[in-house]
C-alpha cells in the first residue's frame, strides 16, 4: 500500500496504545467485512487497506520502523511503494486469528487441560463440629497413571505433531478475505497425537482410582459449611493442574442441645415442688455436667445462663454461651392422696402466691371497664 497514513485509516492517534489500535482496526474490520458488504468494491478496498494497517501497527517493531519515516498525505512519505518492501508480509489469517477468532469460535486448546473440582458430603456429630475433629474420608477420582507418567503415551514412545493440523490444533479455511477456523477433528484441538497410548490409562493419562484424604474440621462449623481442599480433585490432563475438592459439612442432630448461632440450648425439666421451693439440678454441657441453682419460686421458661459453654468462632473469637431453659413439669396420674393435697394447698393459696395471674386478671379486667 503506498502513500496511506495508516493511523488515519485505522482512525487513531500516533500515541494510540495497543488496545485503543486493536479496538478500532475490530470495530473497522466488522464494518467493512466483505460478507457484510456483498458486491461492494469499495468496501472490499477499504477492507484490504485496515488490515494491511493493522498488520504493521499492532506489531511494536514493524510500527517502530513505519514511524521513523513519517507518514503520506499531505506531510510527506519517503518513497515506500509496499509495505512488503520493508521486508513485511500481510498475513490476514494471522490477524483474523489475533483479533476476530472470537467472532468465528476458533481458538486453538491449551495443552494441559485442568482438572474437575469434586464434592463431597460429610457428617459429623454435634461434639466434633463444636470442638473440630479430624476426618480420614475416601474419594473416589482421577489421579496420575504412574505407568506414563501423565503423559498418555505408553514407555519409550512419544507425542508427535499432528499430521493434519500441523501442531496448531486447528484447520482454517480461505474464502477470498474470509477466514475460518475449526477445532481439528484428527487430534481434537490438542496439536498432538499419541501412536502408541499407554496400555494402563488408553492414552488419557490418569486412572480411577481411591484416595485416602486427612480433612481437619475447624471447631464450630455449621451444617452448610463447606471446606475447600486445593489440588485433591479430579487429575489435570497432559500436564493441567488438578481440581479442587469440597468438603460439605452436615452436622447430625443432638438429643439434648440445640444450636442458635454459637449459642446452645438445653431444656431442663424440674418438678412443680422444685420450681415452689428451690432446688439445685445438674446441667449437662459440652463439657460434662455442672450445678446450678433455681431459687424457690423459679417460673416456667425462666432462662439460665451459662457463660463460654456455648460453640467456639469458627473464625476464633470467643466462644458462645448455653442458656439452660427450665422447664416446669406438671404432675399426671395423680393418687388420690396426692389429689387430697393439692386441693388443700390451692385452698390456702393467696393471690399473692400467683403474681402472673394476678397481673393478667388485673389487665383483662382493665379491658372491660
Given amino acids: 500500500m503506498s502513500k496511506k497514513d495508516y493511523y488515519e485509516i485505522l482512525n487513531i492517534d500516533r500515541n494510540s496504545s495497543q488496545d485503543e489500535i486493536k479496538k478500532a482496526y475490530r470495530k473497522l474490520a466488522h464494518k467493512y467485512h466483505p460478507d457484510k458488504n456483498p458486491g461492494k468494491k469499495e468496501a472490499e478496498e ?3 487497506e485496515i488490515n494491511e494497517a493493522y498488520e504493521v501497527l499492532r506489531d511494536p517493531e514493524k510500527r517502530s520502523v513505519y514511524d521513523r519515516f513519517g507518514t503520506v498525505g499531505d506531510r510527506g512519505f519517503n518513497g515506500f511503494g509496499d509495505i512488503s518492501d520493508l521486508g513485511f508480509s500481510t498475513d490476514f489469517q494471522d490477524i483474523f486469528g489475533d483479533v476476530l477468532g472470537d467472532f468465528f469460535g476458533a481458538k486453538r486448546r491449551s495443552r494441559g487441560q485442568r482438572g474437575a473440582d469434586l464434592r463431597y458430603n460429610l457428617n459429623v456429630t454435634f461434639e466434633e463440629a463444636s470442638f473440630g475433629v479430624e476426618k480420614d474420608i475416601e474419594i473416589p477420582k482421577t489421579d496420575m497413571c504412574a ?22 490444533g486447528q484447520i482454517r479455511f480461505q474464502q477470498g478475505f474470509f477466514s475460518v477456523s475449526r477445532t481439528c477433528s484428527h487430534c ?17 493419562g490418569r486412572v480411577k482410582k481411591t484416595k485416602r484424604i486427612k480433612v481437619k474440621i475447624p471447631p464450630g462449623v455449621d451444617t452448610g459449611v463447606r471446606l475447600k481442599l486445593n489440588g485433591e480433585g479430579e487429575y489435570g490432563m497432559y500436564g493441567g493442574p488438578p481440581g479442587d475438592l469440597y468438603v460439605d459439612i452436615n452436622v447430625t442432630p443432638h438429643p439434648v442441645f440445640k444450636r442458635e448461632n454459637n449459642d446452645i440450648v438445653c431444656e431442663v425439666p424440674i418438678s412443680f415442688p422444685s420450681a415452689a421451693l428451690g432446688t439445685e439440678i445438674e446441667v449437662p454441657t459440652l463439657e460434662g455436667k455442672v450445678k446450678v441453682k433455681v431459687p424457690a419460686g423459679t417460673q416456667n421458661g425462666r432462662v439460665f445462663r451459662l457463660k463460654g459453654k ?8 470467643g466462644r458462645g454461651d448455653e442458656n439452660v431453659i427450665i422447664k416446669v413439669e ?15 394447698f390451692d385452698k390456702i393459696s393467696k393471690e399473692d402466691n ?11 379486667r382493665s379491658l372491660f371497664e
Fill in 310 to 317: 456455648g460453640i467456639p468462632n469458627l473464625h476464633g473469637y
Fill in 330 to 344: 406438671t404432675p399426671t396420674r395423680l393418687t388420690s392422696q396426692q389429689r387430697k393435697l393439692l386441693k388443700e
Fill in 147 to 168: 505407568n506414563c507418567k501423565g503423559s498418555g503415551a505408553a514407555p519409550g514412545s512419544s507425542q508427535a505433531t499432528c499430521p493434519t493440523c500441523g501442531g496448531r
Fill in 354 to 364: 400467683h403474681p402472673i395471674s394476678m397481673g393478667f386478671f388485673d389487665k383483662v
Fill in 46 to 48: 477499504h477492507f484490504k
Fill in 188 to 204: 481434537r484441538g490438542e496439536g498432538s497425537i499419541i501412536n502408541q497410548p499407554c496400555s494402563k490409562c488408553k492414552g488419557t
